[in-house]
């Protein structure tokens, strides 16, 4: 006989009943193992995309002769500062 209106939807489940300490421990190792994969996953996508990223650089080395140009991007639609170094 229901007792309330919930058992008419819920079907009887004979379950193994946890206490409260063993399924908060419970939750509690499938967040950890959730945790893991997900930052297994992201390790393995991060590497992934750097690789492609990275798949047309090449590789540059200055000489102590070389005059270098750095330029820093427009803010706020600021004029770009130029600053040239020199290294003798």
Known sequence: MPVWTVDLVLPECN???????????SVTDNLAKASETVKENLHKAAVDVSTW??????PKSFSRETTSVFITPTVCGQNNEVAVVVQN
């Open 15 to 25: 379950r193994d009943q946890k206490t409260v300490p063993e399924y908060t421990a």
């Open 53 to 58: 990223y990275n798949n047309k650089a090449k």
